[in-house]
């Protein structure tokens, strides 16, 4: 899996968009950039993925370069709760049932 | 509600002991994982059991046994106890072949004393 980095925190005004960058210049051609976010005291949670297309959800967009080596996950219009840590990942599509690999995240705080 | 869940929610134990943390997951998934997350909050496999295939992280120590009845449960089983096992466990489950979109528990805080 390819490596990722991301900024260890970030604060963002409430109703606002939230703009999470990640970088992963050695992501492979059929690996696919996947967010998870993961909110004090609780499991973490799948947002979306995205091979070399933007992508969006009812959740996020997901908007990765032409060259594919960084990433931005968008939350339109932050609250409170969108108050977590983000992880990015890379992996293949196929991936193979051996686990996810977390990184440190970001700290996103959405301040009111 | 559709989900996978975790009992007990915290777990308070003495060194030594051996305990049990059960995962179930009515979403008809296939392939269920547990994970590790430590004080510092860094989230690490520690299995995955598909179709009756069990992978290990090989840094878990063999203290640590996952059981799976059926599809539905994996059951993670714990022996002789230390208090560098204290951490968050969470179980999670995939749909089929989709392994990287998983659906976590809401976590078992497990505390050694």
């Known amino acids: 899996d390819a490596k990722t980095t991301q900024p260890t925190s970030m604060d963002c005004a409430e109703g606002r968009a939230a703009n999470l960058p990640c970088n992963h210049s050695?992501?492979?051609?059929?690996?696919?950039v996947y967010w998870y976010r993961q909110i004090h005291s609780q499991g973490p949670q799948y947002i979306i993925h995205g091979l070399k297309n933007n992508e969006t959800n009812e959740m996020a967009s997901l908007i990765i370069t032409e060259d594919r080596k960084s990433s931005t996950l968008i939350l339109p219009h932050a609250t409170l709760r969108d108050t977590a840590v983000y992880y990015c990942?890379?992996?293949?599509?196929?991936?193979?049932?051996?686990?996810?690999?977390f990184g440190k995240g970001t700290h996103l705080i959405i301040q009111p | 509600d559709t989900a996978v869940s975790q009992t007990p929610k915290y777990l308070v134990t003495q060194m030594g002991n051996d305990k049990s943390i059960k995962c179930e997951q009515n979403?008809?998934?296939?392939?269920m994982y547990w994970y590790k997350q430590d004080s510092k909050k860094f989230l690490k496999i520690m299995f995955s059991y598909n179709n009756k295939e069990l992978i290990i992280n090989e840094t878990v120590p063999n203290r640590f046994s996952p059981k799976s009845p059926d599809k539905a449960h994996l059951n993670l089983h714990i022996n002789s106890l230390e208090l560098g096992d204290s951490a968050v466990y969470f179980c999670?489950?995939?749909?089929?072949?989709?392994?990287?979109?998983?659906?976590f528990g809401p976590g078992t805080r497990l505390t050694v004393l």
């Open positions: 979403l008809g998934h296939d392939t």
């Open positions: 999670a489950s995939n749909p089929s072949g989709r392994y990287n979109e998983q659906f």
């Open positions: 990942i890379v992996r293949g599509s196929g991936g193979g049932a051996d686990g996810l690999t």
């Open positions: 050695t992501i492979s051609g059929n690996e696919y």
